[in-house]
């Protein structure tokens, strides 16, 4: 990769009024950080309280994502914590409005169970998906999930559009692997 190629890239983020990029093997000690820079970052825009709150959240969810989901990681040891994960996180502002996109490998097998999760609430209002959001409080956790299996209706509570999100084989029909891409506009 020629120098060319990055200010290429740089001109594109910047056109495209990227806030934040990052792409790579991301850790729960990398979240934390990447999560403090963005903070800091959304604390020199015009965004409201409530909007830089409700794009943290996201923000954090999504590498969330990254972190418990990704179907391409390392481990630096036995142990399972301290596994890092490959990912992309990006933030990005228009026309007055934030939208953030993660996206990560994910085995092939996953992504009828993943499009069952997001497909309903494509047609979901906001107080539907608070609704569903309070009643999965309350009830037991998903099997295959790592947390409380919140992590998609918190994403699509925030966003004030429907969440778009797409799967891409990478390596061709075959591949074990498909790219999981998430986006909310916030």
Request: charged share 25%; glycine share 6%; net charge negative.
């Amino acid at each position: 990769m020629s120098l060319d190629h990055f200010y290429r890239f740089q001109d594109l983020a910047r056109q495209q009024s990227v806030v934040f990029y990052y792409t790579g093997y991301v850790s729960q000690a990398l979240v934390s950080a990447m999560g403090d820079a963005l903070r800091q970052r959304l604390n020199q825009t015009d965004a409201s309280n409530v909007q830089r709150r409700k794009l943290f959240s996201v923000f954090i969810e999504m590498a969330q994502n990254v972190v418990h989901y990704s179907a391409e990681h390392l481990s630096a040891s036995d142990s399972t914590d301290q596994e890092i994960r490959r990912g992309a996180l990006w933030v990005g502002e228009q026309n007055g409005h934030f939208y953030v996109v993660c996206a990560n490998p994910v085995a092939r097998e996953q992504v009828g169970r993943i499009r069952d999760k997001l497909m309903p609430l494509l047609g979901m209002s906001n107080d539907d998906i608070k609704q569903l959001y309070k009643q999965k409080l309350r009830s037991d956790n998903d099997a295959e999930s790592k947390g409380a299996g919140l992590g998609f209706l918190t994403v699509a509570r925030e966003a004030t559009e429907p969440v778009e999100f797409d799967f891409i084989d990478e390596d061709g029909p075959l591949s074990p692997i498909t790219m999981f891409y998430l986006k909310a506009s916030i």
